[in-house]
């Protein structure tokens, strides 16, 4: 059976979910996954479920860690980190703008997607508007953390 469009696209998501995954050594209730494209600006960025707690990617430990005490934390939340997962993340839409090109398909200008782990289900959203570059003041950290503020998060 031959590979379309859509096994490709479905591919990349995937990418992206499992780095997500990797990030948080497999423990995660929820991937929340933020990915915009607007005239060729790429962003990306992600917030978890984790122990029914919404947190991003800067504090998965505060789900885990008793504050009182001198845990260790369990997930390797450093800069460097960070950034190779959101690298990783970008490298993904790239590949899928590449890939709406090669197939002469509209990009999406925004991709949210929710990966359920326990259920191993994703599920996705795509709007192909503009969100924020016609906007002055809005960037696509306002659009993730009005999202993240949506699924219950608390910045």
Known sequence: MTKVFEDYFSELQADMVSICLEYVNNKADMIYIYASNEYGQFSTDVFYQINKVIVKKHKVNDTVLDTNSNSIPIY????????TLLNI?????REISDLCKKNNREMPTEMKVIYDAFENKLNAQYSYEIKYTNDPEKLPSHIFNDWFEEMGGKI
């Open 76 to 83: 390797d939340i450093s800069k460097e980190r960070q950034v």
């Open 89 to 93: 993340l970008n490298k993904n839409l």
